[in-house]
């Protein structure tokens, strides 16, 4: 991967942005940093503004791991689409994933959260997904493996991911990130994407790129990540921000 603000990368943006792409952006890590109090995650203001901005002059879209309901009082603009969820969590898609397949493991979770606390491991259900955060862990590695003993023989009709301190038990063939971007490119009736991710849910996507689409990786930790380019750090995404809105408003009309 290569920096995108420089070479190829930068090229690469404004083949893009002389389209009319759809603006997908992750949230936690992407438009939010990362905090120790996931409740405590929020859109700077500065950048809910460009978003604002960029809003009215193409489609923005947020694809999340959390709930929409979660999410959207944390943006402070509000996007063309908001998917939850890892991407099952789609108000304008046809076919609502079943997620009964989920009541067995919240059973499990149930019998075992004696345990899970003792660890220091935090139960989020998410109706459409179960998350196990263990970034508060006094002892990361023991609720790790707290973790891996419940999600041995999990049930069938799911699978889990990892990601950033936190395991995402999902129902198997419920739609990811990748489905997402290429249902609202189609919804929207854009011609290309940019995407920019952070974490390992977010690979669907970068796996998943059509041609068309721009893929934008934060942090360049990953060699074997599938994103065109990268940015050094959630702080770079307020560059990007303005950037794309130097692209789209010439300077005359500022």
């Not at 389209?19 to 996931?38: C, K, M, S």
């Not at 879209?61 to 991407?87: C, K, M, Q, W």
């Not at 893929?215 to 360049?220: A, C, D, K």
């Amino acid at each position: 991967m290569q920096h995108l603000f420089h070479g190829r990368g930068r090229a690469a943006l404004m083949r893009t942005m002389a389209g009319r792409p759809l603006l997908a952006f992750d949230f936690d890590g992407t438009l939010a940093a990362i905090v120790e109090q996931p409740n405590e995650a929020r859109v700077a203001l500065a950048e809910s503004e460009r978003l604002a901005r960029l809003a009215q002059l193409r489609p923005v879209a947020v694809i999340t791991g959390r709930s929409i309901e979660d999410v959207a009082p944390r943006l402070g603009f509000v996007p063309h689409y908001i998917v939850g969820n890892h991407g099952a969590e789609d108000p304008g898609q046809v076919n609502v994933p079943d997620t009964s397949s989920l009541d067995a493991f919240r059973a499990r979770l149930a019998q075992n959260a004696n345990v899970l606390h003792a660890a220091g491991v935090g139960i989020e259900d998410k109706g459409y997904s179960v998350a196990l955060h263990y970034r508060l862990a006094r002892d990361r590695a023991a609720a790790q493996r707290c973790i891996e003993a419940i999600l041995r023989d999990l049930e069938p009709g799911l699978h889990f991911f990892g990601g950033k301190f936190i395991a995402n038990v999902v129902v198997a063939g419920a739609p990811d990130k990748g489905d997402a971007v290429a249902a609202l490119v189609a919804r929207a009736g854009t011609d290309a994407a940019l995407f920019v991710g952070d974490d390992i849910n977010d690979e669907a996507v970068f796996a998943r790129a059509e041609p068309s689409w721009l893929t934008v990786r934060i942090g360049r930790d990953d060699p074997l990540s599938k994103a065109d380019f990268f940015l050094d750090g959630h702080d770079e995404v307020a560059a990007l921000l303005q950037l794309l809105l130097d692209v789209l408003v010439p300077a005359s009309n500022r």
